[in-house]
């Protein structure tokens, strides 16, 4: 995925925050979540921060969703279409362990995905590589649950308030779901993350807040106590050109 061009300002945040990510776990490779809710940015995060990270050349980065570990639309419904069901129930994550973290860690090539959600079936990707001292971006939901929250060396929480995260998810569906986060088509969702938000304070426990309400102003803060410098303060982002 190539992202969009980013406005100086937002570079110049993405590339601090870049900076910060890239002295994660120098002494080997890295394994790095971007979190945050439907339609915070995520995706694009990693994809623009992967850019960063190849035209800077010390540490290369490699992207991978959540998303293609899903669980088969037949089990995800049978486990309820409400809020509990799609927090609970969305996501292998014994395959994503499997696919990605121990391999990584054993220093084999990681397998990216295993499930194509638009499609309802399996895939089959021909295996990724990681360089030594390389980092790789997953991006998704709930990554911070208990059946993850030990294998991330660091965590970015992509903050938007839901306000703002809905209709710039749903935009991805024309015609589906409402705007108003509290619009009955959004129950599911919307209650969902607030399931996980309750229960995991995803927040509270990243490394890093980047608040991507505005996409050409984000603002990041480094939550590790003691930093000291610009890149670890809640400086506003440069006036975008």
């Known amino acids: 995925m190539t992202p969009p061009a980013a406005t100086s300002g937002r570079r110049a945040v993405l590339e601090r925050l870049w900076r910060g990510i890239a002295q994660v776990r120098p002494e080997g490779r890295a394994l790095i979540a971007v979190d945050g809710v439907d339609g915070a940015g995520k995706t694009r995060l990693a994809a623009e921060l992967a850019a960063i990270a190849a035209h800077e050349g010390a540490r290369p980065a490699v992207t991978v969703s959540i998303d293609g570990f899903h669980r088969p639309r037949a089990e995800r419904l049978a486990a309820g279409t409400g809020p509990d069901g799609f927090y609970r129930a969305s996501y292998r994550y014994d395959a994503f362990r499997r696919s990605v973290v121990e391999p990584l860690r054993a220093g084999l090539p990681i397998i990216p995905a295993v499930w194509d959600v638009a499609r309802d079936a399996p895939v089959d990707p021909e295996p990724v590589q990681v360089p030594p001292g390389g980092i790789v971006l997953v991006d998704g939901i709930f990554l911070q649950r208990p059946e993850l929250r030990d294998v991330w060396d660091a965590v970015v929480w992509v903050e938007v308030p839901f306000a703002v995260s809905v209709p710039r998810g749903n935009a991805r569906f024309p015609g589906m779901r409402e705007a108003d986060p509290e619009a009955p088509s959004n129950r599911r969702y919307v209650q969902g993350q607030r399931l996980y938000l309750a229960e995991a304070?995803?927040?509270?426990?990243?490394?890093?807040?980047?608040?991507?309400?505005?996409?050409?102003?984000?603002?990041?803060?480094?939550?590790?106590?003691?930093?000291?410098?610009?890149?670890?303060?809640?400086?506003?982002?440069?006036?975008?050109s």
């Not at 807040?209 to 102003?217: Q, S, V």
């Not at 106590?225 to 975008?240: F, L, N, Q, R």
């Open 201 to 240: 304070a995803p927040a509270e426990r990243a490394r890093w807040i980047l608040d991507n309400t505005d996409l050409t102003r984000p603002r990041l803060r480094d939550q590790r106590g003691g930093a000291s410098g610009a890149e670890h303060t809640d400086a506003p982002a440069v006036e975008p």
